[in-house]
């Protein structure tokens, strides 16, 4: 064979192992497929020509050279339904949809500690950048039932009334019920300056805009801030965007957790969640099935509560707010909401109209890990308060009225002597805290003026 032969046989053999490889690479990444947007209403996104599977992300080209994000939340007849994360202003009639698979993570980082994010991860704050260098999934993996830790400690929130007759447990769920303007923020900044957590996450989901610098400069505080990672995500943000702000400061929390360290987790509310979820669900063709909430609400719901608790690692003891429109407690949200949590803590509008802060429910709040983690005095002293405040309220009245008779009833006679003592131990400054300690004491100085048996 002549040398120039040789030379067109070795460039014939490189030429083919390169068309190999290259031929692999084809079958390992195949090509990806792009579609177009056919239909929009409302923020329901049809798109033609492409295929994803639900909970993965698009990419929605705009006639301004702009890319709004969105998730795939359902399919129909061949197309497949968008929700979009980002405003859809410029976005037109056949517009370039193109798959990008299940692309969203979550940055997480001790970097965080003292930022204010969006539910998209973006930074609010005029702080330095957070380069990352750790990403975990939006919704992570469930927890084994049987790899939970018991809760079995107290937990210090430094609020009197809360640590007195409805104590927190490390690792528990609690729900805080209020309507509209009976300090349900106020309460929750308490609770953030002065629980004794290592980190607290703070979720503020569908609120006001208003509300969120409020909180973080003025409720929050710079000492609490220092602490703490605030996910906020307005009303204005589109449903997806606030149901995102939901599963990323809860993914937050779980990083913390898996770190060592004991998380407060405070998402205020879990009603906007519920209403954002139902929005998406509607759009994607769900039936309504109880005051218009779909059948996913429900099942989000659990799903979202339960990645919280304790494990080998550390905990997250979880509030979540519910917002009771009119004051009625047999919500959907707030009867799913009840039926998933360890607990309830409810604030009376009646009792915040007298000028009670925190406006704390006696008869109405319970926690159901209190038996678990606090002495059997302690228990039988806030039952033997519950039973006398909830008398006063039965016959408030008749001695308003004047058709009460004292002496008649030593049971009503004990309650009217104890329910100033009671009041005292409920009321508390908002910006002073009241530890685990001086709370006890608190609580037996009230035993002793009502005239109670037992001791905390």
Same mark, same amino acid.
């Given at each position: 064979?002549?040398?120039?032969?040789?030379?067109?046989?070795?460039?014939?053999?490189?030429?083919?192992?390169?068309?190999?490889?290259?031929?692999?690479?084809?079958?390992?990444?195949?090509?990806?497929?792009?579609?177009?947007?056919?239909?929009?209403?409302?923020?329901?996104?049809?798109?033609?020509?492409?295929?994803?599977?639900?909970?993965?992300?698009?990419?929605?080209?705009?006639?301004?050279?702009?890319?709004?994000?969105?998730?795939?939340?359902?399919?129909?007849?061949?197309?497949?339904?968008?929700?979009?994360?980002?405003?859809?202003?410029?976005?037109?009639?056949?517009?370039?949809?193109?798959?990008?698979?299940?692309?969203?993570?979550?940055?997480?980082?001790?970097?965080?500690?003292?930022?204010?994010?969006?539910?998209?991860?973006?930074?609010?704050?005029?702080?330095?950048?957070?380069?990352?260098?750790?990403?975990?999934?939006?919704?992570?993996?469930?927890?084994?039932?049987?790899?939970?830790?018991?809760?079995?400690?107290?937990?210090?929130?430094?609020?009197?009334?809360?640590?007195?007759?409805?104590?927190?447990?490390?690792?528990?769920?609690?729900?805080?019920?209020?309507?509209?303007?009976?300090?349900?923020?106020?309460?929750?900044?308490?609770?953030?300056?002065?629980?004794?957590?290592?980190?607290?996450?703070?979720?503020?989901?569908?609120?006001?805009?208003?509300?969120?610098?409020?909180?973080?400069?003025?409720?929050?505080?710079?000492?609490?801030?220092?602490?703490?990672?605030?996910?906020?995500?307005?009303?204005?943000?589109?449903?997806?965007?606030?149901?995102?702000?939901?599963?990323?400061?809860?993914?937050?929390?779980?990083?913390?957790?898996?770190?060592?360290?004991?998380?407060?987790?405070?998402?205020?509310?879990?009603?906007?969640?519920?209403?954002?979820?139902?929005?998406?669900?509607?759009?994607?063709?769900?039936?309504?099935?109880?005051?218009?909430?779909?059948?996913?609400?429900?099942?989000?719901?659990?799903?979202?509560?339960?990645?919280?608790?304790?494990?080998?690692?550390?905990?997250?003891?979880?509030?979540?707010?519910?917002?009771?429109?009119?004051?009625?407690?047999?919500?959907?949200?707030?009867?799913?909401?009840?039926?998933?949590?360890?607990?309830?803590?409810?604030?009376?509008?009646?009792?915040?109209?007298?000028?009670?802060?925190?406006?704390?429910?006696?008869?109405?709040?319970?926690?159901?890990?209190?038996?678990?983690?606090?002495?059997?005095?302690?228990?039988?002293?806030?039952?033997?308060?519950?039973?006398?405040?909830?008398?006063?309220?039965?016959? =408030?009245? %008749? /001695? &308003?009225?004047?058709?009460? $008779? +004292?002496?008649?009833?030593?049971?009503?006679?004990? @309650? !009217?002597?104890?329910?100033?003592?009671? =009041?005292? %131990? /409920? &009321?508390?400054?908002?910006? $002073? +805290?009241?530890?685990?300690?001086?709370?006890?004491? @608190? !609580?037996?100085?009230?035993?002793?003026?009502?005239? %109670?048996?037992?001791?905390?």
């Amino acid at each position: 064979m002549t040398l120039a032969a040789q030379r067109i046989a070795e460039r014939g053999q490189r030429l083919q192992q390169r068309l190999s490889s290259l031929a692999v690479d084809l079958r390992q990444e195949p090509l990806i497929r792009e579609g177009r947007l056919v239909r929009m209403v409302g923020t329901r996104l049809e798109v033609e020509g492409c295929i994803g599977a639900v909970g993965s992300r698009c990419s929605i080209f705009s006639e301004e050279q702009r890319r709004v994000e969105a998730e795939v939340v359902g399919f129909s007849e061949g197309r497949l339904i968008l929700m979009p994360e980002g405003n859809l202003h410029g976005v037109m009639l056949g517009a370039r949809v193109r798959p990008l698979g299940f692309s969203h993570r979550v940055g997480v980082d001790e970097q965080l500690l003292g930022r204010v994010l969006d539910g998209a991860g973006h930074l609010l704050d005029a702080g330095a950048q957070v380069i990352f260098r750790q990403y975990v999934p939006l919704r992570g993996a469930p927890i084994n039932p049987l790899a939970r830790g018991p809760v079995r400690e107290p937990l210090d929130v430094g609020v009197q009334a809360i640590n007195c007759l409805a104590t927190v447990g490390r690792g528990q769920r609690m729900g805080l019920f209020a309507g509209s303007g009976v300090g349900k923020s106020t309460l929750l900044g308490m609770m953030t300056q002065h629980t004794a957590a290592d980190v607290v996450v703070v979720g503020l989901i569908g609120e006001r805009g208003r509300e969120v610098r409020e909180f973080v400069e003025d409720i929050l505080g710079p000492a609490g801030l220092r602490r703490a990672v605030v996910v906020a995500t307005p009303a204005d943000d589109p449903p997806l965007m606030r149901v995102h702000g939901a599963w990323r400061a809860t993914a937050i929390a779980e990083y913390f957790r898996s770190q060592g360290k004991n998380v407060l987790l405070l998402l205020d509310s879990l009603t906007r969640f519920a209403q954002a979820q139902r929005e998406i669900g509607l759009a994607a063709g769900e039936p309504p099935v109880a005051k218009g909430y779909p059948p996913s609400v429900f099942s989000l719901l659990p799903a979202l509560v339960e990645r919280t608790g304790n494990t080998v690692e550390g905990s997250i003891t979880a509030i979540y707010t519910v917002l009771v429109e009119g004051d009625d407690l047999s919500d959907p949200i707030a009867d799913a909401a009840r039926a998933i949590l360890d607990g309830h803590i409810v604030l009376s509008r009646e009792l915040a109209d007298s000028g009670l802060f925190p406006a704390f429910d006696i008869e109405a709040s319970i926690s159901r890990s209190m038996v678990n983690v606090v002495g059997s005095s302690q228990l039988q002293v806030a039952r033997e308060i519950k039973e006398l405040y909830a008398t006063w309220r039965q016959n =408030r009245d %008749l /001695v &308003a009225i004047g058709a009460y $008779e +004292k002496g008649s009833d030593s049971m009503i006679d004990r @309650a !009217l002597g104890a329910i100033g003592p009671i =009041r005292s %131990l /409920v &009321a508390q400054p908002w910006h $002073e +805290k009241r530890d685990m300690h001086s709370s006890l004491q @608190a !609580l037996a100085d009230t035993a002793r003026a009502a005239g %109670l048996g037992g001791k905390a």
